[in-house]
């Protein structure tokens, strides 16, 4: 039976001459101890450092009695627990806690578990919270559904924001805020969530009894609504427009040679092309840098190099170290392509993403596909996902028809009839 006793604890004297009285919860032989608000003099300690009896009715037995509450009503289960363990069962009810003090230890979890491009929505949610609270501290207790909705509001709003930038954090910046709305909206709504979700699976502990934040504000917050996204394909004239071009610079010729090495090769992401891929027997192989940490498969594909598409993935294998990471080989490609698109009147916003939907359009609409199998030739589907599959040796003649067909579509008009 645990058991609780005021005490004090002599190597830990103030300089005034006092001491802060601590209960020593006793528990299967071991003993922690929690500290109290009270400060004891030496005239309140026995001669055996023990405190007088009148001091603990007078300050302590209201305390005493809540703990040792508090441990009747845990029952049985007391004896499950250890000394530690009880003790943060007893000292865990009513205490609020900092939710922005748990933003940046969230933050650095979140850095090395999630892909970079979805650790930046985070960082931006975070952001948004800390604009929204100016500096003041929000505890467990203030988010509620009306402070989330007004929250939402706010980001939607354009409004001021600082940062302080350098290796010091010294250097002050301030601008207006950009409008936040539809799928980005979704997304600080959702990043929002989890984070507050990540903040209950630290502070709450079902199997121990430990629930500092019990309530789940969200559920009466209306989720923001997803919209279309633009279509991001061109038609097969202006591929071949592309095609056709003769690039008059470096960066044209980037934006060319990579946006048909990504249509060609059935959508690749430029990320996969600068960070996975290895060659092997006439085939790229990589692992789908978005998907290798969810899918049993790890992402994996095998993409066949057809010879339209051979003299431009040589010539980028050649180079492909000339850029330090994915993100700048994308907006290298992105600048040629938006140099191309001007000089030949297509979408002038036109990315690296064009060419991927593209691929699956034309597939789909043009040549048409079934639709599961233009989603195993985009990379999109895990082979994984039921007992049978497990049994079943990947077949890449699947994607090499799609491949095929599309890149057959491209180049019809080179056909002489």
Same mark, same amino acid.
């Given at each position: ?7 004090? /604890? /002599? %190597? ?5 001459? =006092? ?5 020593? #919860? ?17 005239? /309140? ?13 007078? *300050? ?7 703990? /040792? ?7 049985? =289960? ?15 009810? !009513? ?20 892909? &970079? ?20 501290? #929000? ?31 010294? %250097?002050?910046?301030?601008?207006? @805020?950009?409008?936040?709305? !539809?799928?980005? #909206? $979704? ?15 630290? *502070?709450? +502990? ?10 789940? &504000?969200?559920?009466?917050? &209306? ?20 095609? +056709? ?23 690749? %992401? ?16 990589? %692992? ?23 003299? $431009? ?12 990471? @994915? ?9 040629? #392509? ?8 297509? +979408? ?35 082979? +994984? ?5 497990? *049994? ?26």
């Amino acid at each position: 039976m645990a058991t609780i006793t005021p005490i004090i /604890q /002599q %190597n830990n004297s103030r300089k005034d001459g =006092r001491w802060l009285v601590v209960f020593r #919860l006793t528990h299967k032989r071991k003993s922690v101890y929690i500290k109290t608000s009270h400060l004891i003099t030496e005239s /309140q300690l026995n001669k055996d450092r023990t405190i007088k009896q009148k001091f603990v009715i007078t *300050y302590l037995s209201e305390d005493i009695n809540d703990l /040792q509450r508090k441990i009747s009503r845990l029952g049985l =289960r007391a004896e499950t627990y250890t000394a530690s363990q009880l003790k943060d069962i007893l000292t865990a009810d !009513g205490k609020e806690i900092d939710f922005m003090l748990f933003l940046d230890e969230c933050f650095a979890e979140l850095q090395k578990t999630k892909r &970079p491009n979805t650790v930046s929505t985070y960082r931006s949610t975070i952001n948004h919270i800390k604009d929204y609270q100016g500096g003041r501290p #929000l505890m467990s207790n203030e988010i509620t559904s009306k402070y989330i909705k007004a929250f939402m509001e706010y980001v939607k709003t354009p409004h001021k924001i600082v940062r302080f930038t350098g290796p010091e954090k010294t %250097n002050r910046t301030e601008k207006t @805020s950009n409008v936040v709305s !539809g799928n980005s #909206l $979704y997304t600080v709504y959702f990043r929002f969530k989890k984070i507050f979700d990540m903040f209950k699976e630290k *502070y709450n +502990d079902d199997d121990l009894g430990i629930i500092r934040v019990p309530h789940n &504000p969200f559920a009466k917050v &209306p989720v923001p609504k997803m919209e279309a996204t633009a279509k991001r394909s061109l038609k097969i004239e202006d591929i071949r427009k592309i095609r +056709d071009y003769q690039p008059v610079n470096r960066s044209e010729m980037i934006g060319k040679n990579m946006f048909m090495i990504i249509f060609m090769m059935c959508g690749i %992401n430029a990320v996969d092309l600068k960070n996975n891929l290895y060659q092997s027997e006439g085939r790229l192989n990589y %692992n789908r840098s978005k998907v290798e940490g969810r899918r049993k498969d790890r992402g994996f594909i095998s993409v066949a190099i057809p010879k339209e598409a051979k003299p $431009y993935v040589d010539w980028y294998l050649s180079i492909k170290d000339n850029w330090s990471n @994915s993100k700048n080989l994308i907006l290298a490609i992105n600048k040629g #392509l938006k140099s191309i698109a001007k000089n030949i009147g297509i +979408d002038e916003g036109i990315s690296t993403y064009y060419a991927r939907h593209s691929f699956a359009t034309i597939a789909r609409n043009d040549c048409k596909k079934h639709k599961e199998d233009v989603s195993i030739a985009l990379n999109h589907t895990d082979r +994984d996902t039921s007992t049978t599959d497990i *049994y079943i040796a990947p077949d890449w003649s699947i994607i090499d028809e799609v491949q095929n067909a599309v890149i057959s579509k491209l180049n019809e008009d080179l056909k002489i009839s």
